[in-house]
């Protein structure tokens, strides 16, 4: 039986596949998937002197738009989930701030119907079990150890769609937690941390899997006291975020990460506010107020960095041009290792037939040309 014609050929870009970079290769999408082949009389689109990679997946990320995941409405947070499509994010975990627990358990049965509908793939809870001196911009008064009770709490008003629980696992209860979450298939991530070389360690031990944006709300790497960056580098378990706007890390930084854990092992994410791609202005992130300036986003009290105002096909961009990585380690981090964290690697993260037909078109520059989500251009790369 014949393909239905309403097939589109993505034809005459470079294709990014697992198995490299195909030269005036062709992505096939039939409906909301890429297929194998294309139909008889299937409308072709060229895109000849641009790059065909696969959506980008942003595992960590606190809105956009104006919109705040921690404490919009439903239609806010839409709002903040479109702003991120539009520069490239297909699959998008929500992630919460520091609050009362009640609130963080009501939030989190909001986002979970947004889960459930197919908006979001995940929540990920930033807070409150995380380290007050390395509290960043999350509200002192509120942060508690890691009780796996509380934990366990927070996974249940979840109802299934936590994917990952940031906590400093040295605090009393760490371990214990990040036992729980291994048990239950959530992803622990180490960070907002004041714990030592060792420490780290045991908690790796233990099955935590991810280092919550490395380098950043963390001992610094030092000769005596190597801290957890030493650890979440040298173990091939754990998978490293990395903020590459330019104000979170140094280049050099970006660098040794890279060449230490290899592109296999880092995930590129946002950890944006609801600045992104909005502007400067006063925000609120949780309870906290929130100046932007510039693109970069402060406590007006403290001053610390809250969040980032960046998208991901900025921190591509940068990545490949400013950074001089290969194109293909870039999309790794970018798209397929945190698809696989995140358990739907067998839907997206990959230009492959049978997954969703999730991709952005990039000019010769790197500049984001197109966006397509489960078939639909969200910018249609023929239009601007």
């Not at 609120?284 to 693109?295: F, N, R, S, T």
Request: hydrophobic share 40%; charged share 20%; aromatic share 4%.
């Amino acid at each position: 039986m014949a393909r239905r014609a309403d097939s589109t050929v993505l034809a005459g870009a470079r294709v990014v596949l697992p198995t490299g970079t195909v030269e005036d290769g062709r992505v096939v999408v039939e409906g909301t998937r890429i297929v194998g082949g294309a139909a008889e009389g299937a409308r072709t689109v060229d895109l000849s002197g641009h790059w065909v990679v696969p959506g980008f997946v942003d595992m960590h990320n606190h809105g956009g738009g104006g919109a705040s995941f921690t404490s919009g409405t439903v239609d806010e947070v839409l709002t903040g989930i479109r702003t991120h499509r539009e520069h490239g994010t297909t699959t998008l975990v929500a992630s919460t701030v520091t609050g009362e627990m009640d609130f963080l358990a009501q939030r989190a049965g909001v986002l979970s119907e947004l889960v459930e509908q197919g908006d979001l793939a995940g929540i990920h809870f930033e807070g409150p079990f995380i380290s007050p001196c390395r509290k960043g911009a999350h509200s002192e008064d509120l942060l508690r150890h890691p009780d796996p009770a509380e934990v366990r709490k927070l996974m249940d008003a979840a109802r299934g769609t936590a994917k990952m629980f940031t906590l400093a696992t040295e605090l009393p209860g760490g371990i214990e937690s990040v036992r729980l979450l291994a048990e239950h298939g959530v992803i622990a991530a180490i960070g907002h941390t004041d714990a030592t070389y060792e420490q780290t360690v045991e908690a790796i031990d233990a099955g935590a899997t991810v280092a919550t944006h490395l380098f950043n709300a963390m001992p610094p790497l030092a000769h005596r006291e190597p801290g957890p960056i030493a650890a979440l580098l040298e173990d091939e378990r754990i998978t490293v975020e990395l903020i590459n706007d330019g104000t979170h890390l140094h280049p050099a930084a970006l660098e040794l990460a890279y060449h230490h854990a290899g592109a296999h092992r880092v995930a590129l994410i946002t950890d944006a506010m609801d600045a992104a791609g909005f502007g400067d202005g006063r925000y609120q992130l949780g309870p906290l107020a929130v100046e932007v300036k510039d693109g970069v986003a402060r406590l007006v009290e403290g001053n610390s960095i809250a969040g980032s105002t960046l998208t991901l096909d900025t921190a591509f961009h940068r990545a490949v041009t400013i950074d001089r990585l290969p194109v293909g380690d870039v999309v790794q981090s970018i798209s397929a290792n945190p698809a696989r964290l995140l358990g739907v690697y067998d839907k997206v993260g990959s230009l492959e037939p049978g997954k969703d037909a999730d991709l952005v078109v990039l000019d010769a520059d790197f500049a984001l040309k197109g966006v397509m989500r489960k078939g639909e251009w969200i910018i249609d790369p023929q239009i601007g």
